[in-house]
């Protein structure tokens, strides 16, 4: 079966379908913003040494807070220290604007 649109039909709903696209792509979600964060931190992050996340937004950016851990030996549980945060900021694109180390 073969659905046929007039070409009077397909410009106006193939710019439609562009223009939904393209803002639904500028709009990062709280899931994508956080998965940025962690992307950004993988190398203080691990199993040993896990980070808790967390975004929030205002305006067109996302602040995620990462709270780092260390361990003093492999048989204590991972524990958060001062200065042991950071907060990174998360554009609509995507893209690390700007990290701020915690106190």
Do not use: H
Not at 51 to 64: I, K
Not at 80 to 98: F, H, L, N, W
Request: include cysteine.
């Amino acid at each position: 079966m073969r659905i046929y649109f007039g070409g009077r039909l397909s410009v106006p709903l193939a710019l439609a379908l562009a223009l939904a696209s393209a803002a639904s792509a500028s709009d990062l979600t709280q899931v994508q913003a956080i998965a940025v964060a962690k992307n950004a931190t993988a190398k203080q992050c691990s199993e040993a040494t896990p980070c808790t996340y967390e975004a929030r937004r205002e305006g067109a950016r996302w602040y995620v807070f990462v709270q780092f851990t260390k361990r003093n030996s492999p048989a204590e549980p991972p524990l958060t220290y001062p200065g042991g945060r950071e907060i990174i900021v998360v554009d609509d694109r995507g893209r690390v604007v700007e990290t701020m180390p915690g106190e």
